[in-house]
Nanobody, 123 residues
């Protein structure tokens, strides 16, 4: 059973940066495509970014493109989300997720989810 644990969330001022981490265990991490999602209060969960297991291809939601960077370290079984120039609207609980296919389309379904980490951006 794959387990995912997010960390790195916190309170940051608008314009600041945070780096989220997601540590995976219980499977062959290098064969998972990984995604980051977020859910703000009163809103549905939305796709943020994804990285494939094959060749490390990436895909971003338009709302974060140019500000966020997803990366992975297969030796550490960890995926990261570097978030720069944070905005108030980035406030949400951020979740990482894993799935077996090479697809990183935003509507791709995911099999395993972490518990989430809170990111709060203040003015």
């Amino acid at each position: 059973q794959v387990q995912l644990v997010e960390s790195g969330g916190g309170l940051v001022q608008a314009g600041g940066s945070l780096r989220l981490s997601c540590a995976a265990s219980g499977g062959t991490f290098s064969r998972y495509s990984m995604g980051w999602f977020r859910q703000a209060p009163g809103k549905e969960r939305e796709f943020v970014a994804a990285i494939s297991w094959s060749r490390g291809r990436t895909y971003y939601a338009d709302s974060v493109k140019g500000r966020f960077t997803i990366s992975r370290d297969n030796a550490k079984n960890t995926v990261y989300l570097q978030m720069n120039n944070l905005k108030l609207e980035d406030t949400a609980v951020y979740y990482c997720a894993s799935q077996w296919s090479a697809s990183i389309a935003p509507d791709q379904s995911y099999d395993h989810w972490g518990q989430g980490t809170q990111v709060t951006v203040s003015s």
